[in-house]
Every structure is written in structure tokens, then in C-alpha cells.
């Protein structure tokens, strides 16, 4: 499918871009860095049967382009409030609210909350037309990446005074929200979903490596180059948070996108973390397995708690 697929499918069809940007992969770094203070418009609170709903924009403290300088947000509640939030990071070509607002229906089961960001390059912050990739050139991925991890990092800061915080996210939604995560400066729950602990593994050894445009990026000869340039940006370079034990993780046992030892690198990597496995491929789990997704991230926020009580 990938393969034939349409030109959106199609992966860094505008080759690497500028330099000075991919060389942003080479810098985990810069996720270690104060996250920025928030100033968040809101629109007015919809209060429905089984939920209130609030959307804010706020301008990004990132390096992005002017199309996607503003960010869009979504809070999703209990109608009655809850003392948890989870933010639930964007998987790659994830634009809206939509495919997370499933997940984040099912935590309100649990009685958590969510944050819908909509990441650069994505939904209303796209920088070209719908029926163009939106993220051209690994220029455009180390900027995306960086904004994601940044606004990310923030709005956990800005919600953290009020209420209990985790972060989540499927697939390059799981490894952005693990970044988020192990560098909040505070404890948070974490619950990576089928998520690698780099885009490297992802997108050189998994389906979507049919779809690179290698002639974009100066031939098939660049592959180590690719590797090494999205290999760099790991969770695994980054500090072991204090809280890694409470995370929780999961992923399809046929998954054909995010390669199993990437996953249990992660894993690895926190130890005291737990890492499920549940019968399906990459896209079968996110739309038959919301509940145990869901639960997933409500076990991550008891093992948090109960961290935090020993």
C-alpha cells in the first residue's frame, strides 16, 4: 500500500533541506532546555452530557514556519473535572483532533482528562496543501520533532500547577511523548504507544522505508547518512527520569512500521518500565484496542502514584 500509495505518503520527497536544521537532530540537547511559559487564548468551555471541551491557541515558542506559528490545543474532560491530564502526542500524518479524541473518549472511563496538540506541519499549522506530504524534507522532520517536543514539554509545565500530568502518544506520537516525558523536569506518567525509542529504526528498517524518495536525497547511497541523522534523535541519549519505573508501555506483536527491538530498547532503557504486547499490526491496535490503549495510560498514572507513596 505504501509503495503505490498517493504523493502524501511519499516520505521526504523535497530531499534534507537545510543543513542548519537537520543538523538539529544531532542536538538532544535542546530538549533539556527550559521549556517556554504559555500564554493560551480560550475559547468558551462546551459543556456537553459526558464532557466539557475547551480549545486554545497559543503563538509557539519554536523555530517553525510562519503557517504553523500558531498552535492549536485541545482539552477534553470529565463534565464534573478530573485532577489528571494526558497529553496526547501526534502520530506521523496525524492532522485534527480526531484519531486521539478516540483515545481520549475512553479515558474519560477512567476518569482522566486529555491535551490534543496539533503538532507543526500538521492539521490547521500545515505549510502546504492537503494533497502534498506535509513534511517535505528532513529539515522540515528535525523542526516538526523540536516544535512537537517543545510545546509538548511546555503545556505539561503550564497544566502541572493544577492537575497530575502524563504523557502519551501512538507511534511517532509515542516517541515524541517519551521525549516529553523523560525531560519534564517533574514526574509525569508515561504510556509510549507502539513507539520506537528513535525515528531512525522507524523509518529505515520498518513499511514506511518503501516510500522514501531516495533520489530526493542524492540516491540510495545516502542511506547511512539518513540512519545516522535520524538515529541520533533517541530517547536512549537522553537522561533516565527518576520516574521511569511508572511507565507503562504497549505495541502489536505484528507490527510492521516500528521494528520490536526498537520498542524494547525503550523499554529497556527506564528500568522497572513494563511493556505489554497485544495481537495486531500497526494499524489494527489504534482502531481495535482504544480500551487497552486507554487502560494502558490509566495504569501508568496508579504506577505513578504508587511511586510516588513508596
Same mark, same amino acid.
Given at each position: 500500500?505504501l509503495?503505490?500509495?498517493?504523493?502524501? $505518503?511519499?516520505?521526504?520527497?523535497?530531499?534534507?533541506?537545510?543543513?542548519?536544521?537537520?543538523?538539529l537532530?544531532?542536538e538532544?540537547?535542546?530538549?533539556?532546555?527550559?521549556?517556554?511559559?504559555?500564554? &493560551?487564548?480560550?475559547?468558551?468551555?462546551?459543556?456537553?452530557?459526558?464532557?466539557r471541551?475547551?480549545?486554545g491557541?497559543?503563538?509557539?515558542?519554536?523555530?517553525?514556519?510562519?503557517q504553523?506559528?500558531?498552535?492549536?490545543?485541545?482539552?477534553?474532560?470529565?463534565?464534573?473535572?478530573?485532577?489528571?491530564?494526558c497529553?496526547?502526542?501526534a502520530?506521523?500524518n496525524?492532522?485534527?483532533?480526531?484519531?486521539?479524541?478516540?483515545? +481520549?473518549?475512553e479515558?474519560?472511563?477512567?476518569?482522566i482528562?486529555? &491535551?490534543?496538540?496539533? &503538532?507543526?506541519?500538521?492539521?490547521?499549522?500545515? $505549510?502546504?496543501?492537503?494533497?502534498?506530504?506535509?513534511?517535505?524534507?528532513?529539515?522540515?522532520?528535525?523542526?516538526?520533532?523540536?516544535?512537537?517536543?517543545t510545546?509538548g514539554?511546555?503545556?505539561l509545565?503550564?497544566?502541572?500547577?493544577d492537575?497530575?500530568?502524563? $504523557?502519551?502518544?501512538?507511534?511517532?506520537?509515542?516517541?515524541?511523548?517519551?521525549?516529553?516525558?523523560?525531560?519534564a523536569?517533574?514526574?509525569?506518567?508515561?504510556?509510549?504507544?507502539a513507539?520506537?525509542?528513535?525515528?531512525?529504526p522507524?523509518?529505515?528498517?520498518? +513499511?514506511?522505508?518503501n516510500?522514501?524518495?531516495?533520489?530526493?536525497?542524492g540516491?540510495v547511497?545516502?542511506e547511512?547518512?539518513?540512519?545516522?541523522?535520524?538515529?541520533?534523535?533517541?530517547?536512549?541519549?537522553?537522561?533516565?527520569p527518576?520516574? +521511569?519505573?511508572?511507565?507503562v508501555?504497549?505495541?502489536?506483536?505484528?507490527?510492521?512500521?516500528?521494528?520490536?527491538s526498537?520498542?524494547?530498547?525503550?523499554h529497556?532503557?527506564?528500568?522497572?518500565?513494563?511493556?505489554?504486547?497485544?495481537?495486531?499490526g500497526h494499524?489494527?491496535?489504534i482502531?481495535?484496542?482504544r480500551?487497552?490503549?486507554?487502560a494502558? &495510560? +490509566?495504569?501508568?498514572?496508579?504506577?505513578?502514584?504508587?511511586?510516588?507513596?513508596?
Open positions: 500500500m509503495h503505490r500509495g498517493p504523493q502524501r $505518503v511519499r516520505v521526504f520527497p523535497g530531499g534534507w533541506g537545510e543543513e542548519r536544521y537537520v543538523r537532530l544531532r538532544p540537547q535542546l530538549m533539556l532546555t527550559e521549556p517556554p511559559v504559555l500564554d &493560551i487564548s480560550w475559547a468558551p468551555t462546551k459543556h456537553l452530557t459526558d464532557r471541551v475547551r480549545d491557541r497559543f503563538p509557539t515558542a519554536a523555530d517553525v514556519p510562519w504553523a506559528a500558531t498552535a492549536a490545543v485541545r482539552v477534553v474532560e470529565p463534565p464534573h473535572g478530573t485532577d489528571r491530564l497529553l496526547l502526542m502520530a506521523w496525524d492532522h485534527g483532533y480526531r484519531t486521539r479524541q478516540q483515545i +481520549a473518549d479515558l474519560l472511563h477512567h476518569d482528562g486529555s &491535551i490534543i496538540l496539533e &503538532i507543526p506541519y500538521h492539521g490547521s499549522r500545515r $505549510v502546504v496543501s492537503p494533497d502534498e506530504q506535509p513534511i517535505r524534507t528532513v529539515a522540515d522532520f528535525a523542526r516538526m520533532g523540536l516544535g512537537a517536543v510545546e514539554r511546555a503545556l509545565r503550564h497544566f502541572g500547577s492537575y497530575k500530568m502524563g $504523557v502519551s502518544g501512538y507511534s511517532m506520537g509515542g516517541n515524541i511523548g517519551a521525549a516529553v516525558g523523560a525531560t523536569g517533574f514526574p509525569v506518567a508515561m504510556a509510549p504507544l513507539a520506537s525509542h528513535s525515528p531512525g522507524v523509518f529505515l528498517d520498518g +513499511a514506511i522505508s516510500r522514501i524518495v531516495w533520489e530526493a536525497l540516491g547511497n545516502q547511512q547518512a539518513l540512519r545516522d541523522a535520524l538515529s541520533s534523535v533517541s530517547v536512549l541519549e537522553l537522561p533516565v527518576e520516574w +521511569a519505573a511508572a511507565a508501555m504497549m505495541a502489536g506483536r505484528s507490527d510492521g512500521f516500528v521494528p520490536r526498537a520498542i524494547e530498547a525503550l529497556h532503557h527506564w528500568p522497572g518500565s513494563e511493556l505489554r504486547w497485544c495481537r495486531g494499524a489494527t491496535v482502531w481495535r484496542r480500551k487497552e490503549l486507554a494502558t &495510560i +490509566a495504569d501508568s498514572f496508579a504506577r505513578l502514584e504508587a511511586l510516588q507513596k513508596a
